[in-house]
């Protein structure tokens, strides 16, 4: 009889040391080979509860308690960096939770490989144009033991041409053969065979140098401008002499629709003329370039009067 009390009450026992929820949703998550463990408690865990993990590499196949995770509370998350140091070694981790008096079974988490289940995320990205190129520069590669290949992709903004360049690790690279003073925008990424974890970089746009301002092109346009004014007077100087240079002057005049203008003898350009503006400029630059035939002739004529006169003597 003594010997069914024992059992019964040793039973009792066990069922009140046992009777915590368990931990749910155990999982490992890690970027850039930083391991973390996180957990919620089961539904109905008393608030003074903790929780404790233990990790197991499986080739050993034996549970090691983390001391620095021993007493975690609830939302607290357990970093695995260090206990999962073998990047090439399967691991597994789990969590119980227990009070003075009670504690839960064990969560398991899946299996976790560091060097296929890291997210490898974007590198550190700076852009600068150098002409009819880019200066890409990145910051340090993760510490692994292999040497990583960026993955870079480059979209002109204009239209939207694009490539992409696979790259070994340099902190300065220059992407060649690209349009000056156009923009182009570039993300870069992780490349493994081995791990399609990875994250790209927020694009980072720059132009391959300064772009011309809008001053600048009504600069070289006046300049053009001016260059060709002073060729024609130059042409006109030396084949018709002042009058060529009065026929100029009175057709530049024209311009000026809005201003009285009495262009090679036309009348003056008024607002409240029945015909408009732009007809009457029409017809005044019509009258200037009769006026320019005619002196042509002249001169043309007067030329062989003189040649006559002289041909007399």
């Known amino acids: 009889m003594k010997l069914w009390m024992m059992l019964l009450i040793l ?3 066990l069922v009140v040391c046992v009777s915590l929820p368990a931990p749910s949703k155990v999982s490992i ?3 850039n080979m930083e391991h973390t463990l996180s957990f919620l408690p089961g ?3 008393p608030p003074d509860a903790r929780f404790t ?3 197991l590499r499986l080739r050993k196949s034996q549970w090691r308690l983390l001391a620095k995770c021993a007493q975690l509370t609830a939302g607290q998350k357990c970093n695995l960096t260090r206990a999962f140091k073998d990047r090439y070694e399967q691991y597994q981790a789990r969590v119980q939770a227990f009070t003075p008096s009670q504690t839960s079974n064990w969560t398991v988490s899946g299996k976790f490989l560091p060097l296929t289940d890291t997210v490898l995320g974007p590198p550190d990205v700076s852009l600068s144009g150098c002409g009819n190129c880019l200066l890409l520069r990145l910051g340090a590669p993760l510490a692994m033991e292999f040497s990583p290949t960026y993955r870079v992709h ?5 239209d939207g041409v694009q490539f992409n360049l696979s790259l070994p690790y340099k902190e300065e690279t220059v992407i060649t053969y690209l349009q000056p003073g156009v923009e182009y925008c570039v993300t870069v990424s992780f490349w493994s065979s081995f791990n399609k974890n990875t994250v790209s970089s927020a694009p980072h746009c720059a132009f391959t140098s300064p772009p011309p301002s809008r ?3 009504v600069v070289i346009l006046g300049l053009l401008a001016a260059v060709c004014t002073l060729g024609l007077l130059l042409i006109l ?5 002042l009058q060529g240079f ?14 009285p203008c009495q262009c090679c003898g036309g009348a003056p350009i008024e607002q409240s003329a029945q015909m408009s503006a732009v007809q009457h400029l029409k017809e005044g630059s019509a009258d200037c370039l009769l006026t320019a035939h005619r002196l042509l002739r002249n001169t043309s004529d007067g030329g062989e009067e003189i040649h006559g006169e002289g041909s007399e003597i």
Do not use: A, N
């Open 11 to 13: 039973l009792l026992h």
């Open 29 to 31: 998550s890690s970027l």
């Open 43 to 45: 539904p109905g865990t």
């Open 53 to 55: 993990v233990q990790v």
């Open 154 to 158: 480059v979209q002109r903004t204009r």
């Open 215 to 217: 001053s600048s092109y």
């Open 237 to 241: 100087l030396h084949f018709y002499g």
């Open 246 to 259: 009065e026929v100029l002057r009175k057709c530049l005049s024209m311009s000026y629709i809005l201003l």
